[in-house]
Every structure is written in C-alpha cells, then in structure tokens.
Nanobody
Framework: VQLQASGGGLVQAGDSLRLSCVISGSAFSSGDLGWFRQVPGQEREFVGVISWSTGNTYYTGSMKGRFTISRDNAKNTVYLQMNNLKPDDTAVYSC???????????????????????WGKGTQVTVSS
C-alpha cells in the first residue's frame, strides 16, 4: 500500500484548505485512514481518522469542528477538509493507514504515537497571520 498526500500550501488565517491522500498499490478494503501533523522539533500530533469500511470518524479535540475527514472509496482517496485555519495549524500533514479497525479510544490514548502500517510523504501547510 502506498499513500500520497497533496493539497498543502500557503494560506492566510481564516482560510480553508483541502488535503487529499490517494491510496495505491495493494487493495485496501478495510481499516483506518488517519491524518497526522508534525512541526519540526515537536512530536507528531494526531489529527483524525476515518474507517475505510464504515466511514466513522474520530478527531482530536482541538481540531474537532474545524477539520473534517471524508473518503471516496471509488477513487481510493481520503480527504482532510480544514476550515478556519490558524497559524498554529502550520505543519507537515501526513496520511497513514492501518489494516486494523480501531475505535476512538485507541487514538485518544495513543495520539501521535498511534501505530500505523503505512505512511505517506507529508504535505506542508503554512498558515500566515
């Protein structure tokens, strides 16, 4: 399984941006697709996750309400819609996948340390004030 994130860029505070993560290679029929972000020198932060089979989502508290994850199974793509962006959202955003179906409790407990089977190269999001 290969993952490729795209859609990052430079935006102003208050703007919106949609990231895409295309899944290719081996078939991915079930499991979780997650978004993470990281600022150089800081620990990786969990953003949110979506179940590939059910579409159920879970987000970390600070981004709930501003970020939305969706999927298009036909296009093998997961999206991260980010609204009302803030300078603190500046980071490299990466998508990751696991064949396990987990619940929110796992991601709440593990956060950025969540074990994922596959990682894609990140895309830079920069939010100016």
């Amino acid at each position: 399984v290969q993952l490729q994130a795209s859609g990052g860029g430079l935006v102003q505070a208050g703007d919106s941006l949609r990231l895409s993560c295309v899944i290719s290679g081996s078939a991915f029929s079930s499991g979780d697709l997650g978004w993470f972000r990281q600022v150089p020198g800081q620990e990786r932060e969990f953003v949110g996750v979506i179940s590939w089979s059910t579409g159920n989502t879970y987000y970390t508290g600070s981004m709930k309400g501003r970020f939305t994850i969706s999927r298009d199974n036909a296009k093998n793509t997961v999206y991260l819609q980010m609204n009302n962006l803030k300078p603190d959202d500046t980071a490299v955003y990466s998508c990751a996948a696991t064949h396990e179906d987990r619940n929110g409790k796992y991601y709440y407990a593990m956060g950025g340390r969540a074990r994922m089977d596959y990682w894609g190269k990140g895309t830079q999001v920069t939010v100016s004030s």
